[in-house]
């Protein structure tokens, strides 16, 4: 059991590590000090460090597991969503925490004071006293499922298995004669659940609020799938470019990449297939432009890559080439029922090659769409004046 604690804390310290977040801090911590409430409940520290003084093993296990208890359940009120979701859950969390806490300051004191014949009977207080976090996160848990929490149906599987670790840690510490082999299992088992189980829906619900943030972030200018600037974000990235390009003297190409065919797998039986289809060409488009050139999407069936370059430089018609031949390979998306269907892009590209110093970005954008536009119909059937590329509104 506590071979398979320290790994899930490891798990935690590497997480904790890699997203530096309030949420990864708050799992390393209640891993860390739960963890090491289980472990002086089990009696190994007293068997591999036989010479620490009994007096220090007491007020550890006295105030040791209380304090884990109210770190648990005031961590759990806050991933259960705390007062902006459910204020009677944050007060019973909030509240219960604080008075564990109290509680487990009160018992280390009074281990520190009690005889070592009588410790026995203290420790009785602190298991009744650590059921109390059990039970109540049952409540809580129980009450957020109801409400609709889509993770509190599977924390309560976590609970049960933190009211059984519980119940035979305290079983064993007390000594009771009655625990056998089978009950230790049983208890070592449901301990290293729990915290596999918690420390994954902790990990889960984190991720979901980064997600949430970033989205958020989104809202300033970007297109959700793909992250690509859009609407005015990406005029007034456009605008920077075409500064930043005339004070060095350069020139500016506006390249725009028309998905002509983005929808025509869109029907009832493949539902969401134009979100794969801009994630995997933005990823195309970013690769064959490089790091250097603003990407962004005008509209979901229009790509838009900002080339800037120095007056010597050879036009940009090999990149153009590279970025058309890359973006009308083959892709393979999912449609429903996991069914794999292959789509190839059909792909109109209008170059527009400026100079930035006085350039209208709005402009530019609209004749370089025009022209890819154009570019993937058919030549002797449409007119330049017939065809509208006024852009609608942007957001």
């Known amino acids: 059991m506590s071979g398979g604690i320290l790994t ?26 739960t963890g090491a409430s289980c472990v002086v409940m089990t009696g190994l520290p007293e068997i591999l460090y036989p010479e620490w003084p009994s007096r220090w093993m007491m007020v550890l296990k006295a ?16 991933w259960l969503g705390g007062v902006r979701e459910d204020i009677w859950v944050h007060r019973l969390t909030a509240w219960g925490g604080a008075a564990l806490l109290g509680m487990a300051l009160l018992l ?11 410790f026995h009977d203290l420790l009785w207080l602190v298991a009744a006293v650590n059921l109390t976090p059990a039970v109540l996160a049952v409540f ?14 599977w924390m309560s599987l976590a609970i049960v298995c933190l009211v059984l670790m519980v119940i035979g840690l305290y079983m ?31 990990l889960l619900r984190n991720r979901q609020i980064r997600l949430l943030k970033r989205l958020m972030r989104l809202e300033m200018g970007a297109e959700p799938a793909t992250g690509l600037p859009t609407g005015t974000a990406l005029l007034s990235k456009m605008e920077h470019s075409f500064w930043r390009t005339s004070r060095l ?13 983005l929808y025509e797998m869109t029907d009832a039986d493949t539902l969401q297939i134009d979100g794969q289809i801009l994630v995997a060409l933005a990823a195309r488009i970013r690769r064959a432009a490089g790091f250097r050139c603003l990407v962004g999407l005008y509209h979901p069936r229009c790509f838009v890559v900002v080339m800037d370059a120095e007056r010597g430089q050879e036009p940009i018609e090999d990149t153009v080439e590279g970025l058309r031949r890359l973006a009308e390979m083959p892709l393979s998306v999912t449609a ?34 025009h022209t890819a536009l154009l570019s993937v119909r058919p030549r002797a059937s449409v007119h330049t004046a017939d065809v509208n590329t006024t852009p609608g509104e942007l957001c």
């Open 8 to 33: 899930i804390l490891s798990m935690a310290v590497v997480d904790g590590l890699h997203q530096r977040t309030r949420g990864a801090l708050r799992n390393l911590l209640f891993v860390l000090i």
């Open 63 to 78: 105030g040791l597991g209380p304090a884990a208890g109210a770190t648990a359940i005031y961590f759990l009120g806050n």
């Open 108 to 118: 280390a004191l009074a281990a520190t004071q009690v005889r070592a014949q009588d």
């Open 140 to 153: 809580v848990v129980v009450r957020s499922a109801v409400l609709g929490d889509p993770l509190a149906s």
């Open 172 to 202: 064993k510490g007390l000594g009771v004669a009655w625990m056998g082999t089978g009950t230790q299992l049983l208890t070592a088992v449901a301990s290293v659940t729990f915290f596999l189980v918690a420390t994954v829906l902790v």
């Open 249 to 261: 003297n350069g020139r500016c190409s506006v390249i725009c990449l028309y998905v002509s065919n």
């Open 336 to 369: 429903e029922w996991q069914l794999q269907r292959t789509f190839v892009p059909k792909i109109g590209v209008g170059v527009v090659t400026i100079d930035p110093g006085k350039a209208d970005p709005l402009k530019v954008l609209n004749q370089a769409e």
